[in-house]
């Protein structure tokens, strides 16, 4: 929870990757896992020309790169680097769920067409509850006491992941933030990226701040 709450990328190297007499998931269950929250394959969302994201595998690596793959590829993979992409809509759809505890939607863009309401539709994927419910309080932990702490004095309460991500060549980093509020009963999931930004506490963070205040005073208590 505190690794989460602090943006600790030490600690998923050794999660993702391992060290020393620690076993990591490594590059297949990585994938596995996070196939099931949409990464790698398109949202759904009734749009053309959405983007795939990508997740590199073994195989994909020796194919196009003539490469084996190293545990160092599998550190960056945990945490989020290297060859994986992903989109802003993607890491949206994957913080809804852990918001609403485990429940991965397709994304709509109407809420009704004429009277008639457009009902979500849930992807027949399952989540580990217990699972979930630990990268929320670790969520959390990152607005209470972590690196996303300027959110704390929101009227009501939030939980929220910090991201600053290597771009390639010398440009500055992508400023990343994800999130979800209210806590306990959300109805919001925001994501914000400011590419070539800088650091996502720093730059993304306040964007986010605006948006969950304009949209609690706007939206909340909507569907």
């Known amino acids: 929870r505190k690794a989460l709450a602090w943006s600790v990328n030490t600690y998923f190297y050794v999660v ?7 076993t990591g998931l490594g590059v297949e269950r990585i994938g596995t896992n996070a196939a099931l929250f949409g990464f790698g394959s398109r949202t759904g969302i009734e749009l053309p020309g959405e983007a795939d994201g990508f997740l590199p595998s073994k195989d994909w690596k020796m194919e196009a790169k003539g490469e084996r793959w190293y545990v160092g590829d599998t ?48 992807v027949d994927v399952t989540l580990s509850a217990e699972a979930v419910q630990v990268v929320r309080e670790g969520m959390r932990g990152a607005v209470t006491y972590g690196s996303a702490r300027f959110l704390n004095s929101l009227a009501l309460p939030v939980a929220g992941k910090t991201g ?60």
């Open 164 to 223: 600053t991500a290597q771009a390639s060549g010398d440009k500055p980093t992508h400023a990343w933030f994800e999130g979800f509020g209210p806590y306990d009963d959300p109805t919001l999931a925001v994501v914000v990226l400011v590419e070539n930004g800088g650091e996502g506490s720093a730059v993304a963070v306040p964007i986010a701040k605006d948006v969950f205040e304009w949209g609690f005073a706007n939206r909340q208590g909507t569907e």
């Open 16 to 22: 993702g990757g391992g060290f020393a007499e620690q």
């Open 75 to 122: 550190y960056h993979l945990a945490i989020g680097q290297g060859d994986m992409l992903a989109t802003p809509l993607q890491v949206a759809v994957a913080t809804a769920a852990i918001g609403n505890g485990g429940t991965r939607y397709v994304p709509r863009l109407v809420e009704k067409i004429g009277d008639a309401p457009v009902e979500p539709v849930p």
